[in-house]
């Protein structure tokens, strides 16, 4: 028996020694309220779907199985659901461009200033997401100092806005969940053996071709978790578009949203199902193309 | 290589990763900067001049303290909760080999993997179909949070249980220590830490949470939602006077907790 395998079976046995009744004895609370309010209300949403969209609320809905409601939506909403998709996969691209020599820098850089870093990571989780995504409504405006550089260097043209468009939405997203990407990537990377870049260095590989052939792949797990961990979120969030955009940047989050205020019931469960599946079938083709199935 | 070039290759990556802090820490300065502002109108998007008036009536825009007590109110019972169950639910999945158990990782993972949206817009259309529409309020709000958190609480306090040596526990029964005993004196106080770091993040989530609230709320006003609904009118400063307040008391909480791990660290390390 390897050492490995000696330690591996010291791990398992006293696990081993507790099988079944008080495992499920202890699963019996959270797992019932898992199902009663999450899988139980995801059939609700699905039969909600089905729901003929004439009735509404008060008069309550009719079962007719009324699948036309996907084609309606998806007719409707065509353009929101590209562009959500479109939003979350360029701030998903900028949280990555960013993120990396963030994490990466805390990881090998930083020495003993490491932690304080990291502190400052997770520094905007400290106060309220909404607040802090209101202060780039100042940030972008017309007379902010940034923009007004942009249009000294004329980058920016007199009456070019950066609020209110697809590149603050943007930002926005990048911002509000680019410690999502930070963190799982700094966890991979932590955990990267400085000696294996030396080993690449001594065989004469350019820091390139080491970070390239060493290190990224290396780091493959927390880049896939934080790529998952970023996307996802801000494909179904709303708020940057509708307090950093305007009417044309609307997502396919604000259009649920507004279904739901305007009490369409059965057209905004349609949409909330079409937004699940198409984020679940990206999810399994991503992390299978990626090969970290072991994620899950 | 000249010695300036070798030192700006060497630190690249490092000013590289400040700007991003930078980018990061921004809007923070500006929410500390803007509460102390003296706002010329109502819809002022501009710093036009220093008071301290915000900072001495925080409550003095209508409804703004009760949405605090509301947050406040929801976020423990939710941490209360979550974090009970979560735990319960960590311990089984790491300490117990059961037929059952991938259907129930998979079933943690879930929640954490579908957007807000769905996970709101679902839980609306359950109480909608149960008969609950007219009944939104603190306890849909209350069983929506516990949803999202326990998925975090799991995570977080399995991480720490399977990185727990357990050899310490087999020590602890070689010693004649029964299972009860065990538990109470070896494994609890080692989980305990991944126990807390769980139920302060579910309350942050929780604090924080908008968008399924905002669905499953009815008529009440949690501070998230309050924050959206002045954003429409004009937001008043004494906002960022809550948003700053929470943001000096996390840290402090966080840093209070670092030098304590570090000086355990030196008494037991003497």
């Known amino acids: 028996m390897s050492i490995a395998q000696a330690a591996k079976a010291v791990q398992v046995s006293p696990e081993a020694k507790r099988r079944g009744r008080t495992g499920y004895l202890l699963l019996t609370l959270p797992v019932l309220w898992l199902f009663v309010f999450f899988v139980i209300p995801l059939v609700s949403l699905i039969s909600t779907s089905l729901f003929d969209p004439a009735g509404s609320l008060e008069t309550g809905y009719a079962m007719t199985g009324h699948v036309q409601n996907y084609f309606t939506v998806l007719a409707d909403y065509r353009e929101h659901i590209l562009r959500s998709f479109a939003y979350a996969g360029a701030a998903t691209i900028a949280c990555m461009v960013l993120g990396y020599p963030l994490a990466y820098a805390i990881a090998f850089k930083a020495g003993r200033w490491k932690n304080l870093m990291l502190v400052a990571v997770i520094a905007p989780f400290f106060t309220s997401f909404l607040i802090r995504t209101l202060s780039w409504q100042l940030l972008l405006g017309d007379h902010a100092w940034f923009a007004e550089g942009l249009r000294v260097l004329h980058l920016l043209g007199p009456d070019g806005h950066l609020l209110a468009t697809p590149f603050a939405v943007v930002t926005g997203l990048t911002y509000n969940f680019l410690p999502f990407m930070v963190l799982p990537l700094y966890a991979s990377l932590e955990k990267v053996d400085p000696r294996l870049m030396e080993a690449g260095a001594d065989l004469y590989a350019s820091p390139f071709t080491t970070f390239r052939k060493v290190t990224l792949p290396l780091s493959m797990p927390g880049l896939v978790a934080g790529t998952l961990l970023t996307f996802i979120p801000a494909a179904g969030d709303y708020i940057n578009a509708e307090l950093l955009g305007n009417p044309r940047t609307q997502m396919i989050g604000n259009v649920i949203q507004n279904l739901f205020e305007g009490g369409s019931y059965p057209e905004a469960a349609a949409l909330s199902v079409t937004l699940m599946a198409v984020i679940v079938v990206m999810v399994l083709a991503y992390i299978r193309r990626a090969g970290t199935e072991e994620l899950l | ?270």
């Open chain 2, 1 to 270: 290589m000249t010695r300036v070039g070798k030192w700006v290759a060497d630190h690249l990556v490092l000013g590289l990763g400040l700007l991003v802090l930078l980018y990061l820490l921004t809007p923070i300065f500006v929410v500390v900067l803007m509460s102390f502002n003296d706002p010329a109108s109502r819809i002022s998007y501009s710093f036009d001049g220093f008071t301290l008036d915000n900072w001495r009536n925080p409550c003095a825009p209508n409804g703004i303290c009760e949405s605090v007590v509301l947050s406040v109110q929801i976020g423990l019972l939710a941490t209360l909760f979550a974090t009970l169950l979560g735990t319960l639910m960590a311990f089984a999945l790491v300490r117990h080999r059961f037929r059952g158990r991938g259907a129930a990782n998979v079933l943690t993972f879930l929640p954490m993997a579908s957007p807000e949206i769905v996970m709101g817009s679902s839980l609306l259309a359950l109480f909608v179909s149960a008969g609950f529409a007219g009944a939104l309020g603190f306890w849909t709000i209350l069983v929506a949070h516990i949803l999202f958190c326990l998925s975090f609480v799991v995570v977080t306090v399995k991480a720490r249980l399977a990185g727990l040596d357990p050899r310490l526990e087999q020590a602890a029964m070689d010693l004649y220590a029964n299972e009860v005993q065990t538990f109470r004196k070896v494994t609890f106080p080692l989980v305990f830490p991944g126990i807390m770091a769980a139920a302060l993040l579910s309350f942050s989530l929780s604090f924080d949470d908008f968008i399924i609230t905002n669905l499953n709320a009815g008529q009440e006003v949690t501070f998230p939602m309050y924050v959206w609904g002045a954003a429409q009118r004009g937001i008043p400063p004494q906002i960022n006077v809550i948003g700053t307040a929470m943001f000096v008391l996390a840290l402090a909480l966080v840093l209070a907790g670092e030098l304590r791990a570090r000086s355990s660290a030196r008494t037991r390390s003497r």
